[in-house]
Structures are given as C-alpha cells and as structure tokens.
C-alpha cells in the first residue's frame, strides 16, 4: 500500500532540487500534491513531469510565500479544491553567496523573510485548518548550519538556527491537537544552486572535494535523500515524532 495514499500535501518551493524531489515522491506514494513556488513556467513544467512519472494528482498554484496575502490566498485555494491540508512542506528558501561585510540591510530581510517569514505565514494560515481535521504534519527545511554555526554563511544560520527553534515550539504548542512538527537539516545537496557554486569556483574538481571531505560517508546528498526523510516524517509511521530536527547529512554532524 502506498504510504500517504488519500493525503493531500503542499509543498512550498516545489518546482526545483529537494522540493520537487519530494513532490515525485509523494505523488508516487500516493499523496494529492499542491506545489507552489514564485516562478509560474518552472512549476507548470513540474508538475506536468509528475503527473507522466506519476500519474498521479498535481497541481501548482504560483505564491510568494514571504508574502502573506498570497499565501493566505494559496491555503484557500488548496483547500477549495481538496478539503483539507495532511501535509505541509516548507520548502522554500532563499542563500546569499556573499561575504558577511558586505550583507546590505536589504539582503538581511531577504534570507529572513525566504526562510523564516515564509515558514511562519504558511503554518499561521494552515494550522487552522489541521487543527479542524484532527490532526497533520509540518515538515520545515532547516539545515546542518541550523544546528551548527558555519563561518561563511552567519545571516543564512541565523535564519535556519530560527527555523530549527521555531519547530520544536510549534511543536510543543501544537501536540495536542495530533499536528506533528518537525524539521530536516540537510548537508550539501546537489542542487542546480550548488552545481552552479562548485562549476564557478577557480578549480571546481578541487572544490568538490573539499566540500565531499566534510563528509563521513563520502559523498554529497541528492535530493532523493532528502525526499525520503519528509517522506517518512509526512507518513503515520511518524505518528509519535514530533519536534525533531533530522540531519540528513551523511555523518557531517556526528562528530560536531
């Protein structure tokens, strides 16, 4: 039987890397699934490509999600078409590559409301609607830099160290009403973002491996490994977890 059979999930930032993975995988488990990320052809192509791989229910709803009337607009919408919200994903995020010093007040807002604002206007705006149903799951995207300070990125920690907390609060205030919370903290992935950063650097082969030498298991992740996480965090076979902060990191954390 497949694991969320009948649930209806939205993800946030799905239509690239690890949200998009999730999306796959959820839809192939069954799941009616609700992407939305600001970019209308990049989501469109998606979920057409889920629906061949799938054949399952998906759609995609553009949003904003640092943007609370949009994002109160997207619950509505979700919830028009499917009556309720199982599963909420906070996918979307936003990364500086700069140098600290050089962070202008405006690029503070940025990653802050992508990571953080966002999270917190779409649980505000599903919350109620789980707590009507009797029960759901939040999976939120933190990072292994959410639970460990990184030096090259303090702005892009300081918002994910917020998520980290933010979950196991929510957790907390939301247990009694069998809404699960929970977040995955993620090491490097390979995104288009971070091919991108490795392809740039002066001699990519030898950033590669600097970056894969952090890791015990000796390689990076893909974005199926993330996707399988929130799979079973999303699924009943979590039905006792709640206010966990799950690295997915192949050992990068172990011996911090």
Same mark, same amino acid.
């Given at each position: 039987?497949?694991?969320?059979?009948?649930?209806?999930?939205?993800?946030?930032?799905?239509?690239?890397?690890?949200?998009?993975?999730?999306?796959?995988?959820?839809?192939?488990?069954?799941?009616?699934?609700?992407?939305?990320?600001?970019?209308?052809?990049?989501?469109?192509?998606?979920?057409?490509?889920?629906?061949?791989?799938? $054949?399952?229910?998906?759609?995609?709803?553009?949003?904003?999600?640092?943007?609370?009337?949009?994002?109160?607009?997207?619950?509505?919408?979700?919830?028009?078409?499917?009556?309720?919200?199982?599963?909420?994903?906070?996918?979307?995020?936003?990364?500086?590559?700069?140098?600290?010093?050089?962070?202008?007040?405006?690029?503070?807002?940025?990653?802050?409301? $992508?990571?953080? @604002?966002?999270?917190?206007?779409?649980? @505000?705006?599903?919350?109620?609607?789980?707590?009507?149903?009797?029960?759901?799951?939040?999976?939120?995207?933190?990072?292994?830099?959410?639970?460990?300070?990184?030096?090259?990125?303090?702005?892009?920690?300081?918002?994910?160290?917020?998520?980290?907390?933010?979950?196991?609060?929510?957790?907390?205030?939301?247990?009694?009403?069998?809404?699960?919370?929970?977040?995955?903290?993620? $090491?490097?992935?390979?995104?288009?973002?971070?091919?991108?950063?490795?392809?740039?650097?002066?001699?990519?082969?030898?950033?590669?491996?600097?970056?894969?030498?952090?890791?015990?298991?000796?390689?990076?992740?893909?974005?199926?490994?993330?996707?399988?996480?929130?799979?079973?965090?999303?699924?009943?076979?979590?039905?006792?977890?709640?206010?966990?902060?799950?690295?997915?990191?192949?050992?990068?954390?172990?011996?911090?």
């Amino acid at each position: 039987m497949n694991r969320l059979q009948g649930k209806i999930a939205l993800i946030t930032g799905g239509s690239t890397g690890f949200g998009y993975a999730m999306a796959e995988l959820f839809s192939q488990e069954g799941a009616t699934v609700v992407i939305t990320a600001r970019g209308k052809e990049k989501g469109m192509k998606g979920i057409d490509k889920i629906k061949e791989l799938t $054949g399952g229910d998906v759609q995609f709803f553009p949003c904003d999600v640092t943007n609370e009337d949009g994002v109160r607009d997207l619950v509505i919408k979700t919830i028009g078409a499917h009556k309720r919200i199982d599963i909420l994903v906070n996918n979307a995020g936003f990364f500086a590559w700069k140098e600290f010093e050089s962070i202008t007040g405006e690029e503070w807002d940025q990653i802050l409301d $992508g990571n953080l @604002k966002g999270c917190f206007f779409c649980i @505000k705006h599903t919350v109620p609607f789980m707590i009507k149903n009797e029960g759901g799951s939040i999976i939120n995207m933190s990072s292994v830099v959410g639970l460990i300070g990184k030096g090259y990125a303090p702005v892009y920690c300081a918002s994910k160290g917020g998520v980290t907390l933010f979950t196991r609060s929510l957790a907390l205030r939301y247990a009694k009403f069998n809404i699960r919370v929970n977040c995955i903290c993620p $090491g490097t992935i390979i995104t288009d973002l971070n091919r991108d950063r490795i392809e740039k650097a002066l001699d990519p082969e030898k950033a590669l491996r600097d970056i894969v030498s952090e890791y015990p298991m000796g390689r990076l992740g893909t974005p199926m490994d993330v996707a399988y996480a929130a799979l079973y965090l999303a699924s009943d076979e979590s039905r006792w977890v709640t206010g966990v902060a799950l690295p997915v990191d192949g050992g990068f954390t172990a011996g911090k």
